[in-house]
């Protein structure tokens, strides 16, 4: 397995300028392949396309590939494409297609994340979520034209384990998938976080090959990250609260046929940690899970 990367998200808020994560991710980590996150770059800028380009050209400058780009933690924090309110809903599809137009001035092949999430008052309508689903499937079609007309090869959606987000079941996934790409020019391509797929509260101790083996032909990213299984973490390595193991879970890749899918190590820290270690943390995370997936 050697398309391994590293998502940005690490570099939020400690080195925001493109020269700075470039040197980082080429000279400390090591590493040629990243995920690009919107938490360095917002698309509502007014400024987005002189911001991209200063990105694309020191990823260029240090050798690295940008791979995709992804919508980042501050996105996430919004109920974006089920949002409740339909003018709420429209900015949030302005934004994915503006979000598809910048990842494309940065080269990538592909742009998404998780999609949204249904309010709690909603949830308990019995025929909200059915409502909000063709919608969704609506709105994926339209942002795969504009995808496609962007040059992109591909939308990506992540699963998530709340019940209230689309999608958060190998069920709904596989449903979503084949939705869209009846009506789409441009596929829907999973991106399979290890610590959402493996959230015991809600899956149980279900293994990692479920997910892998049923969602196989629509899985274009993976997200790596040291979790206990009870929480979302993104830790890295060494953490003695993490159980993940990297061999384990590059064993199940595999024998999913899923060897040339691209690997992300998605890695946070508190805000407040002091930012050496968080550097040192990040160093020895890419260095364990790198010989692991060797």
Known sequence: MTNFGINL?????????????????????????VQFS?????????????????????????????????VGLAKYTYNGLLHPDPDARAASVEWWRRAID?????????????????TVPEAAQADVRERRYAELVGTLVDL?????????????????????????????????????????????RYVLDVGHALFRPLYGEAPLSDWLLALAPSIGVLHLQNTDFQSDSHWGWPDERGLLDVTSFARDVLDA???????????????????????????SSVDHCRAALA
């Open 9 to 33: 998200g690490f570099a939020i808020k400690r080195w925001p300028q493109p020269h700075e994560w470039a040197r980082v991710v080429r000279e400390r980590l090591e590493l040629d392949l």
């Open 257 to 283: 046929g899923l060897g040339d899918v691209p690997v992300f190590l998605e890695f946070f820290d508190a805000f407040e940690a002091d930012d050496e270690v968080v550097l040192e943390r990040a160093i």
């Open 38 to 70: 919107f938490d360095l770059l917002d698309p509502w800028w007014p400024e987005h396309q002189a911001l991209a380009a200063r990105a694309r050209s020191a990823a260029d400058e240090y050798g690295i590939r940008i791979h995709s780009a992804q």
């Open 102 to 118: 910048v990842a494309a001035e940065l080269g990538c092949g592909a742009m998404g994340g998780p999609v949204g999430a249904i």
């Open 144 to 188: 795969g034209d504009h995808a496609r007309a962007a040059g992109l090869k591909a939308l990506l959606v992540e699963p998530t384990p709340l019940p209230r987000e689309i999608p958060s079941s190998i069920d709904e996934s596989e449903r979503l998938a084949r939705d869209v790409e009846l009506r789409s020019v441009v596929p829907v």
